[in-house]
């Protein structure tokens, strides 16, 4: 069965700091998906990587398959990224198609101003 | 361009009863999932639609089904509600390809009473 874990479960910080949330994972992947999901439920993909580095502005994504773990850093943060981010993979082992993957349960992140 | 759409947003129903949830895919994606997300926890992958036939399924039981039509949208339906299935129901669409990215709808959120 494959465990998604992540850490800090929650976190605060002041605007401007560098953040880092990690996600480990049991079994061999496919890919990695970071989600963000505001209050009210939407979510929004961030990355989908299974290899090495991606960065979209402010966000950047780090995914070592060997020690199967990922990380998802936001510099300069702001009020605006205070969200839930959720990290979530795709087996190795799940069938054809673009599903199946299993999530973490989420670091609440909040940005003071 | 019209991303993934839920209805209804909002449910309040009573245990026993029987609900059904729609998700409208976004443009051009041809595969549905649905999860459910209990308050505070990461989504559950329900089942994947595909080709208008259930694909992939997570660990819910019978009383969860579902059903995709030929315009690609699809639906959820759960009878005899339990007081636990109070949750957020998600759906994402993709394209059946392997790692296509996922969209998100805005989920529905049920409660049951």
């Known amino acids: 069965k494959n465990e998604v874990e992540q850490s800090p479960q929650n976190l605060t910080a002041q605007e401007g700091e560098f953040i880092t949330i990690n996600c480990s994972y049991s079994?061999?992947?496919?890919?990695l998906h970071w989600l963000q999901q505001h209050p009210g439920g939407g979510i929004v993909s961030l990355f989908m990587l299974s290899s090495g580095k991606k960065k979209h502005g402010r966000l950047i994504a780090t995914i070592n398959i060997q020690e199967k773990h990922s990380s998802l850093h936001i510099t300069a943060s702001h009020p605006r990224d205070s969200a839930v981010y959720i990290c979530a993979v795709r087996s190795v082992y799940s069938g054809g198609g673009a599903d199946g993957l299993t999530f973490g349960k989420g670091t609440h992140l909040i940005i003071q101003p | 361009d019209a991303g993934v759409t839920q209805s209804p947003t909002h449910l309040i129903k009573t245990r026993g009863q029987q609900v059904t949830l729609r998700c409208s895919p976004k443009?051009?994606?041809?595969?549905v999932s649905w999860y459910q997300q209990a308050l505070g926890q990461g989504p559950q992958f329900i089942f994947q639609y595909y080709e208008e036939e259930e694909r992939q399924r997570g660990n819910f039981p019978d009383r969860f089904s579902g059903h995709q039509f030929p315009n690609y949208s699809s639906e959820l339906n759960v009878n005899a509600l339990l007081l636990g299935d109070s949750a957020l129901y998600l759906c994402a669409s993709s394209f059946r390809r392997l790692n296509s990215p996922l969209h998100f709808g805005n989920g529905t959120r049920l409660t049951v009473t």
């Open positions: 079994v061999g992947i496919s890919a």
């Open positions: 443009s051009g994606h041809d595969t």
